[in-house]
């Protein structure tokens, strides 16, 4: 029960957190104007189809970009300090020489922060879903329930990003420009190496067609694994990287079940050698 000590007592410092409280509203209010956009989304696509509004489906389509760019960042400043944060005060040392080992200390800080994201997510949805019902007039409290689950999911795999990169150096400094680094690679850098490969194996930006291991490169990113785990879900492929590229044989790591093989990858590796390292490091 170590480890779950540990949990409660990150859960509660970050509870009394003002930092915690503005994150929260942060993301309160883009769901709540996610629940505007899907109300738009739902009267447009009525205006054209027969089939109507959408309703919780619009409000997937509205707010995966903004949970893909708001839920790593909120992960990240809750647990990229988690481990190196405490080496830099002392106060590790103080925590292990309580009746803890250095994995409880670890999985605590996984759980705690992760409930932490948790939170801020699940209160941020409450509004959405609020916001749906006044908007939209009508949800499927299932289908928003499976959007919310595979959010937080998201957002544990970003702690424990966050935690894995703690975990691996002494220096809160370096672990932020780690941490933060990671968002602006997959963001940003990742696209541009992917379009040199592109360019350099067939010669064009925009081939007519996309080649599968462009696709499936471009699936990998927490973010993509992300939209294809959202994908499988609601089998909906527009949710997907590999639907901007418009190929039907698609690889493996492209497919929309995949997305949660890649999200289990991402989660459990950094972590795991962010506690090999941590396991055996002087303090």
Request: aromatic share 14%.
């Amino acid at each position: 029960m170590s480890a779950v000590t540990v949990a409660k007592k990150e859960f509660e410092d970050a509870v009394r957190s003002r930092k915690l409280m503005a994150m929260t509203a942060v993301f309160a209010l883009f769901t709540f104007g996610g629940a505007y956009l899907a109300a738009q989304l739902g009267e447009f696509f009525a205006e054209i189809s027969e089939e109507g509004a959408q309703g919780t489906l619009d409000l997937v389509f509205a707010l995966q970009t903004p949970a893909s760019y708001l839920v790593p960042i909120i992960a990240l400043m809750v647990s990229y300090k988690a481990i190196c944060g405490e080496r830099e005060s002392g106060s590790l040392k103080f925590l292990l020489g309580l009746p803890h080992t250095r994995n409880d200390v670890v999985f605590g800080k996984v759980l705690g922060r992760s409930a932490v994201v948790a939170a801020s997510i699940l209160i941020g949805f409450a509004v959405g879903l609020g916001g749906l019902v006044a908007f939209v007039g009508s949800v499927s409290i299932v289908d928003y329930l499976l959007f919310t689950l595979i959010t937080v999911v998201f957002g544990l795999v970003y702690v424990c990003l966050g935690i894995g990169i703690s975990s691996l150096t002494r220096s809160t400094t370096r672990a932020a420009v780690g941490a933060f680094g990671l968002i602006i690679f997959f963001w940003i850098v990742w696209s541009f190496l992917l379009q040199a490969l592109l360019y350099y194996v067939e010669g064009t930006l925009i081939p007519e067609q996309y080649p599968g291991w462009y696709v499936g490169l471009a699936s990998i990113s927490p973010d993509a694994a992300y939209g294809s785990a959202l994908g499988a879900v609601f089998d909906e492929s527009a949710l997907t990287m590999a639907s901007a590229y418009g190929i039907e044989d698609l690889p493996m790591i492209a497919e929309p079940w995949f997305g949660f093989v890649l999200l289990a990858l991402w989660a459990l590796v950094p972590l795991g050698l962010g506690v090999w390292r941590f396991g055996r490091t002087d303090l």
